[in-house]
C-alpha cells in the first residue's frame, strides 16, 4: 500500500490553485480592458465625437488584451502627448499632453489586481 507523500500533497494543491489563477485571471483581463477602454471613452476629447466613439478593447493574446483607438488611432498618441501647433508661417506654440490614457491604465492595473482578488476569496 503506497503512501501520499507530503511533498505529493502540497504539488497537488498548488497545481490545482495555479489553474483557477490562470482561470481567473483570464476572465478579469477581458472584463477589465472592457472597462479600461469606456473609462477612456467616457474622459476622451469630444470635438466631434468620433474618438471617443472608437475606443475598444481587443484580445491580443492566449490571456492578453489592449484597449486602442480604432476610428483615429493616429491622434491618441498627439493628445497623451502634446503636440506643436504649426502654421504656414511655422511653428508657434505647444499644446501640453492630457495623459487620460496614462491614468486609465493605472486604473486598470489597480483593477486588474483587485478583481483577481476578490475572485479568488
Known sequence: MGSVSVYDQMKDILDEYVDRVDDVSGDCA???????ASK?????A????EYAKGWRS?????KSY?????TMPGLTHLLEYGHA?????????????????????QWGIN???SEIRRKLQ
Open 58 to 62: 481587443k484580445k491580443t493574446g492566449d
Open 30 to 36: 477581458a472584463s477589465v480592458a472592457k472597462k479600461t
Open 40 to 44: 477612456i471613452k467616457d474622459t476622451a
Open 85 to 105: 501647433i504649426v502654421n504656414k508661417k511655422g511653428c508657434f506654440g505647444r499644446v501640453n499632453g492630457d495623459h487620460k490614457i496614462a491614468d486609465a491604465e
Open 111 to 113: 483593477e486588474f489586481e
Open 66 to 70: 489592449t484597449a486602442y483607438n480604432a
Open 46 to 49: 469630444r470635438k466631434t465625437g
